[in-house]
Structures are given as structure tokens and as C-alpha cells.
Nanobody, 121 residues
Framework: VQLQASGGGLVQAGGSLRLSCAAS????????MGWYRQAPGNQRERVAF???????WYADSVKGRFTISRDGAKKTAYLQMNSLKPEDTAVYYC????????????????WGQGTLVTVSS
């Protein structure tokens, strides 16, 4: 597994969860890390990304509720999800790349296993 994802689970609306994504030690360099998500019957969508210098990008639907952060030394990213809504229910996929490609609505080279986030109303 190139990216080890953890976190997720079941939470009530208004609650919080934190996702983590840790890169394998075999990966030499990562620039951008972040998450996509896919709800049943929906297309995969971008959620949030962060680069090596701390610049971030968020989908409009999560701005002000989700915060992405990163531990560069550990090549680990975190997604703090607050004020969760039922529409946040999805499988969340960690994605990373050594280039800038993730800024341009493209998928990165490395993937984690999906982790399910379920928000009940």
C-alpha cells in the first residue's frame, strides 16, 4: 500500500472526524497530498489538497468546515472534518503526487485505500 489511510467511521450530523494519510517509506518525494471522495451513484470529486509549503485548496462544499494539514517530516496528511453533513457521506480516497498535477483537477500517482465516512441525520 503506497498511502495508508485511517480514520473515518459513523458520526451524527454536526459531528467531527479526522482522516489521516501516511505515505510509505518507499516513496521518496511527495509534493501534494489530499483527498477525493465518492458517494454512491456520484462521480468522484476533489475535497482538499495541501502542498509541501502548506498551500491549500478546498472544494467550495467543504470550505470553513474541513481543514487539511500536513506533517512534512512524516509525509502524512490530516483532514479534520467538522460540522459534518449527511451529504459528506462518501468513501474518501487519499491521493498524492510528487508534481503539481493535483492542483489541476488531475489525479496523482499514489493512492490509499478508501475509507468510509457516514454521516447520519
Amino acid at each position: 500500500v503506497q498511502l495508508q489511510a485511517s480514520g473515518g467511521g459513523l458520526v451524527q450530523a454536526g459531528g467531527s472526524l479526522r482522516l489521516s494519510c501516511a505515505a510509505s517509506k518507499s516513496i521518496f518525494r511527495i509534493n501534494i497530498m489530499g483527498w477525493y471522495r465518492q458517494a454512491p451513484g456520484n462521480q468522484r470529486e476533489r475535497v482538499a489538497f495541501i502542498n509541501a509549503t502548506g498551500a491549500t485548496w478546498y472544494a467550495d462544499s467543504v470550505k470553513g468546515r474541513f481543514t487539511i494539514s500536513r506533517d512534512g517530516a512524516k509525509k502524512t496528511a490530516y483532514l479534520q472534518m467538522n460540522s459534518l453533513k449527511p451529504e459528506d457521506t462518501a468513501v474518501y480516497y487519499c491521493n498524492a503526487d510528487p508534481s503539481d498535477i493535483l492542483w489541476f483537477n488531475r489525479t496523482g500517482l499514489y493512492w490509499g485505500q478508501g475509507t468510509l465516512v457516514t454521516v447520519s441525520s
